[in-house]
């Protein structure tokens, strides 16, 4: 599916882009509905929002901000201090208007892992020797420290409400080339094991959530050796596989369902809990960490744009299922990609966005407003 190819290549672009910026109880949601887990609804900006844009984002019914922690953003230079900055000020602006923040460490920084010139991602996962895993653990175990409970930011931070992360997402979309250009589910496992017990070892409490997993890309049909990509089903199921015990190590699952059609969420959704089921661990959580339209106009081979009206039609499609199948799917969070438009950074990118150029509104907006309980 073309779509799918030009969805991927587009989400690089506006990634990188965020991820090199990051160096710079239960609530109801609309009237009658039932309750739903914290934390439910969830947005993923391509850019910093202002501290205004934050409030209006809380304003709406958005209990959950998404961003990049990226190991290569933090600490470019080897044996160099990390640099917290950029993310400093993520975390404060979505702390000081009232929003969690659900964080995915990635990324490697060049002097740890080799860049793949094709995509510019590095070329494995940071578990192939020993200056890669010490590396990764020293940055997963800095970042809880500075960011969870009793945590460095807060402290330094006292204006701000305390509201240390407990939840950690290991990676994005690592069955895809796009993230890691040789994707490898033994790999994976290997960095959940390593994870948790660096979070695990700072905060006992936490919990750790695989990287959103896109559900059917393309390139895995692919006959290439090593391969290109997974199906999110055959890429978690050989992670069990390959990583005896690898279930202990972490708390919930993640997905990342791009279709042409909220339709096609089912079957997507269903395929991916019977991985669960059938290795014994159904009763893990599902995130939906990314998912969305775009409302450029729609065009023959792009079967994600759909218009305004259509993206606002998806959206309330798809919100309505999750809500609806929430208890049976387990679904802990729904993100929506993205926050805003970035016109220019991809085509996708271009019309993601629950707000439009100078943070206008969509009907997008208003529609995951009433789902979410807020105002638009």
């Not at 439910?40 to 209990?63: D, I, K, N």
């Not at 997963?140 to 305390?162: D, H, L, S």
């Not at 895809?176 to 017990?197: D, H, I, M």
Request: glycine share 12%; with cysteine.
């Amino acid at each position: 599916m073309r779509a799918e190819r030009m969805l991927a290549s587009a989400k690089l672009r506006a990634w990188t882009a965020t991820l090199a910026a990051s160096a710079l109880g239960l609530a109801a949601s609309a009237p009658g509905a039932v309750a739903l887990p914290a934390d439910f609804w969830g947005v993923v900006p391509q850019a910093m929002p202002t501290p205004e844009q934050f409030q209006r984002l809380q304003r709406g019914g958005v209990e959950s901000i998404r961003i990049p922690i990226a190991w290569s953003a933090v600490q470019p230079v080897a044996g160099g201090g990390f640099e917290w900055s950029g993310v400093d000020a993520q975390v404060k602006g979505a702390a000081a208007a009232g929003l969690d923040v659900l964080p995915f460490l990635a990324g490697a920084p060049k002097w740890a892992v080799p860049v793949d010139r094709r995509y510019g991602s590095p070329k494995t996962l940071p578990v192939t020797n020993g200056r890669q895993i010490a590396g990764w653990k020293a940055f997963v175990t800095e970042a809880v420290r500075r960011y969870g409970p009793g945590g460095a930011f807060w402290a330094a931070n006292p204006e701000i409400p305390a509201n240390p992360i407990r939840v950690w997402q290991v990676w994005n979309e690592e069955n895809f080339e796009y993230f890691v250009a040789r994707p490898n589910p033994a790999q994976y496992g290997k960095l959940v094991v390593l994870s948790s017990t660096a979070i695990k070892a700072v905060d006992p409490g936490a919990k750790l959530i695989l990287g959103g997993m896109f559900a059917r890309p393309r390139e895995a049909e692919f006959n290439r050796r090593p391969p290109l990509a997974y199906f999110a089903t055959d890429f978690l199921d050989q992670m069990y596989e390959k990583t005896p015990g690898v279930k202990s190590r972490f708390q919930g699952v993640a997905l990342h369902p791009y279709t042409g059609t909220y339709k096609r969420l089912t079957p997507y959704i269903e395929e991916f809990r019977a991985v669960l089921n059938a290795n014994h661990d159904g009763g893990k959580s599902l995130w939906i960490t990314e998912l969305g339209w775009s409302s450029q106009r729609p065009t023959r081979g792009n079967s994600f744009a759909k218009g305004r009206g259509g993206q606002a039609a998806q959206l309330k499609g798809a919100f309505g299922l999750l809500r609806a199948k929430q208890r049976k799917w387990h679904v802990a969070g729904v993100y929506w990609f993205s926050v805003d438009d970035q016109h220019g950074a991809c085509n996708f990118c271009d019309g993601s966005g629950l707000f439009g150029t100078g943070f206008v509104p969509k009907p997008a907006w208003t529609a995951y407003t009433r789902f979410a309980g807020g105002r638009p």
